[in-house]
């Protein structure tokens, strides 16, 4: 075995493994994403030293600027939105030759221009350079965008280079369109090649739901229809639309939380232990997952609209009068659904999804409700009583396990009372965590997409939602209206079965 | 609780002169329950526990770096302040969170003791300290001012010892040090962690395939360092030397204490030349620049410079043009406080590679 193929001896014990030397083109490098996340994001990779040793950032959008202006742009956003105070000379290092494409992603110029500037930072660094493609762009632009990077020749790896593109949500707003856009775009790249961003999955709080599962053997064997009566997942936020009427009113609750975010959610809380941690095999486990579940029935599903009411003390107003919003929108502002993931482990066990804007309180949360203990030798009277037990995840606001057992009232009685086992990870790690939006850059130029959504799975979780979508697009009607600040509408408690309750929010 | 002001922090206070051990364990123990009384918020920080053995003259300097660590701080701090003369112990107890906390919110507390004593209580200071520590968590303990006998008598109770090879005097005896201390405790020195960027920066250079064979051809490592920091620089050597499988043998001093060191390392292929000069313009501590040579007339090096390293490539071929280049690899100066908090961040993980450096590196100074 040569040197070149035997692993580098140098890399172990790092904690930043190295990455080849890359080019990062940004697609609406002027938009608000860019602004307030991606551009932030490399700020804070170049201040720890963590981008490739060589790195460079080119800007691609419509508006006509020079290179110098576009920098003085991101100077001005990275200050604005980083999450540290930036080092001036580390800013100016990394903005020292950045370079910017103006014109609109149609324009076959534009990856002209393009090419000359990758060609020109490979011919400065005496390699090809990775090339990396963020398609931070409104969705219609995916497609257009990654047809003229095949065009122009730009998606073609040289030597030991890789072409990736990171490919911004909603990855479709139906199945048929996912369906297309994936074939649209796998019709120029290899799957390898794509990286599908959920934000969400590069949290780590989403992360340590794997290493609760997997790295905690008390609470595996527990995990299956034996043991778990039922679960639900709470997403609630109690702010409104804000100044995003144009896409809310459009996508919907349904699209903008259920269809991706609960969804990886339920998968990661239901697939089974993955033979490694290599993104295809969680993936693949993954999709197992979300192929197990049918779409609902019409009577597991419920919809509703904020009305007016109060919140945080102000009154505030309903969905309907926010501005931007449609007289008379049949967008739904809360989503409530019941899933059965229908395999040896999960069948009978109901999945409680629920998701909300302008609820009592902002919380992402996962409650797993045992069954009660078979006989209960206690005596009731004088107290709330035994209660099953519940292993609350909560990923926000304070992201922690919190395990509900019962136990003893002190007295000379025997009365039992729920209490609470309480772990947070802030008391245990006390550390900033980094932001999901640099982890998966990092990720996305080192090429391990794990935390990126694959193809199968896009459209799995597509499969589960768009009858509901159609559905609810075919059949318009007068929605419920639930107080701003609320706990949602009572008659979403119609889809729980038996005695189930949902959690106070 | 008491609040203060500048550093908007609400702290929870408690001394006593002449104190035990019992009694300060139970004041801190008050001093939880009390906070958490008044604000339910406020939870105690569950991470690690720092001893910190410290001259009652400097520790005014060591809170100070401490206190700047920023992000990675241990969850409680016991400092033993020793005092020369003394006999009894003095204690101070508090227990410090945000002075604000939203509501629904919750607030990590940071707990530190301050024990004031003699150096007679140095050699059995594990009696003293040990009711002191939250149970079950890791244990480091920092010694920055000497006092060796005080960190063997912790040597039981505590998991991580830190240190920093390059603030002793004697470089070969500080790699002693911590090599003894190695074999019982996982050893993060300071000195270490200082030349953490150039061997990310040397491992991704030679991380391409098509170079990766260059790292058998190694013919030149010069490495220049700030006088005071041999230590970060024989620890980079011994861990190319540890991870190439060079063999090693001592360096010769050039001169003085604060001149050079040069010696030969042998590799498979041919025989490594290394360099270690002292930097008398760098003023901060660690190391000034790295170049790297190899057989096959590649030269690289690299050097502090304006927002990270500058690097400069240089590759001379018979028969074709010399080809040269420069860029910058991004990043930010740590700084001495990034270091410390690097160093406690690091006593929760383990690093396979310090060991085997730590070993070659005591070679070169045999």
């Not at chain 1, 609760?212 to 936020?237: G, H, K, W």
């Not at chain 1, 589960?464 to 008659?491: F, K, M, N």
């Not at chain 2, 019982?184 to 170079?211: C, H, K, M, N, Q």
Request: hydrophobic share 40%; net charge negative.
């Amino acid at each position: 075995m040569s040197a070149a193929d035997a692993e580098n001896p140098l890399v172990k014990g790092l904690e930043r493994l190295p990455v080849h030397p890359t080019v990062l083109v940004i697609f609406g490098a002027t938009g608000d994403l860019a602004k307030r996340k991606l551009l932030p994001a490399l700020y804070n990779l170049a201040h720890e030293g963590a981008l490739p040793e060589r790195f460079h950032l080119i800007g691609v959008s419509r508006r006509d600027k020079a290179n110098e202006d576009f920098a003085g742009e991101a100077d001005k956003a990275i200050r604005s939105f980083s999450r540290r105070e930036p080092d001036d000379k580390v800013l100016s290092a990394l903005l020292a030759e950045v370079k910017y494409v103006p014109g609109t992603f149609d324009d076959p110029a534009v990856y002209t221009a393009l090419k000359t500037e990758l060609d020109a930072f490979d011919a400065a660094a005496g390699q090809p350079l990775n090339r990396a493609f963020y398609l931070s762009t409104a969705p219609e632009f995916f497609p257009v965008i990654v047809e003229a990077l095949g065009t122009a020749g730009l998606t073609e790896s040289a030597g030991q280079s890789e072409v990736r593109v990171i490919i911004e949500k909603p990855f479709g707003t139906t199945l048929a369109e996912a369906q297309d856009l994936n074939a649209r775009v796998l019709s120029v790249l290899d799957e390898s090649q794509v990286f599908r961003i959920d934000h969400y999955l590069g949290k780590e709080t989403v992360q340590n739901m794997l290493a609760f599962r997997f790295a905690n053997s008390m609470f595996e064997p527990l995990f299956n229809r034996n043991y778990i009566d039922n679960v639900q997942i709470t997403a609630a936020e109690d702010i409104g639309i804000g100044t995003r009427a144009g896409y809310y009113d459009h996508a919907g609750a349904l699209r903008d939380l259920v269809q991706n975010h609960m969804l990886q959610l339920l998968t990661l809380l239901c697939m089974e232990p993955p033979v490694d941690f290599s993104a295809d095999e969680v993936r693949s486990e993954k999709v197992k997952v979300l192929h197990s579940i049918r779409p609902p029935h019409r009577d597991e599903v419920f919809r509703a609209q904020y009305g007016p009411g109060t919140a945080a003390g102000e009154d505030v107003a309903g969905y309907l009068q926010e501005d931007g919003v449609p007289a008379g929108s049949h967008t739904e502002t809360y989503a409530a659904l019941r899933l059965h993931v229908e395999n040896w482990r999960w069948a009978g066990v109901p999945f409680y999804l629920r998701t909300g804007k302008r609820l009592a309180r902002k919380v992402t949360e996962i409650a797993v409700t045992f069954k009660p203990v078979p006989h209960l030798a206690f005596g009731e009277e004088g107290s709330v009583g035994v209660r099953p037990n519940q292993l609350i995840l909560t990923m926000q606001p304070n992201e922690g396990v919190s395990l509900s057992l019962g136990a003893k009232i002190p007295g000379n009685r025997m009365r039992i009372r729920p209490v609470n086992m309480e772990f947070l990870y802030g008391t245990a790690f006390m550390s900033q965590s980094p932001e999901a939006y640099e982890r998966l850059i990092m990720d996305a130029m080192r090429g391990d997409a794990t935390l990126f959504t694959r193809n199968d799975e896009v459209e799995a979780q597509w499969r589960i939602c768009d009858p509901v979508v159609r559905r609810w697009e075919d059949e318009p009607e007068q929605l419920v209206q639930y107080p701003a600040g609320s706990q949602g509408p009572p008659e979403a408690s119609e889809l729980l079965l038996g005695d189930h309750v949902w959690r106070a929010i | 609780m008491e609040a203060t002001a500048s550093s908007r922090t609400t702290d929870g206070v408690w001394r006593e002169r002449d104190t035990t051990p019992a009694a300060i364990e139970e004041a801190i123990r008050r001093l939880l329950n009390e906070a958490h009384a008044e604000n339910a918020s406020y939870v105690p920080a569950r991470v690690m526990n720092l001893v910190c053995i410290v001259d009652k003259e400097w520790s005014g300097e060591i809170a100070n770096r401490l206190r700047r660590v920023g992000r990675h701080h241990p969850s409680r701090t016991v400092v033993c302040a020793v005092e020369p003369r003394r006999t009894t112990l003095d204690a101070v107890a508090t227990v410090a969170g945000p002075a604000e906390t939203k509501p629904g919110d919750f607030a990590v507390l940071r707990e530190t003791v301050l024990v004031t004593c003699g150096p007679q209580h140095l050699a059995r200071l594990d009696t003293i300290v040990d009711p002191l520590v939250v149970t079950d968590l890791p244990t480091m303990v920092w010694s920055p001012h000497g006092h060796p006998e005080a960190v063997d008598a912790l040597r039981g109770m505590s998991q991580i010892v830190l240190l920093d090879s390059v603030s002793e005097p004697d470089v070969g005896e500080a790699l002693r040090r911590a090599a003894d201390l190695a074999g019982e405790l996982y050893v993060v020195d300071l000195a270490w962690l200082r030349s953490t960027p150039w061997r990310e920066r040397i491992a991704a250079t030679f991380d391409p395939a098509t170079v990766r064979e260059d790292l058998r051809l190694l013919s030149s490592v010069a490495i220049r360092h700030h006088p005071d920091s041999a230590a970060a620089a024989l620890l980079l050597v011994g861990w190319l030397g540890s991870r190439l499988g060079w063999e090693l043998s001592p360096l010769v001093s050039r001169g003085g204490a604060a001149g050079s060191r040069v010696g030969t390392a042998h590799a498979r292929r041919q025989d490594v030349k290394l360099t270690l000069d002292a930097d008398a313009t760098m003023s901060v501590p660690g190391l000034a620049g790295v170049a790297l040579e190899s057989a096959s007339g590649r030269a690289l090096r690299f050097d502090r410079g304006e927002g990270g390293l500058r690097a400069r490539y240089r590759h001379r071929q018979r028969g074709h043009e010399d080809v040269e280049r420069e860029w910058t690899i991004l990043g930010a100066s740590r700084g001495e406080a990034g270091i410390l908090g690097e160093g406690i961040r690091q006593a929760l993980l383990r690093d396979p590679t310090y060991g085997p450096a730590l070993e070659a590196a005591l070679v070169l100074v045999r």
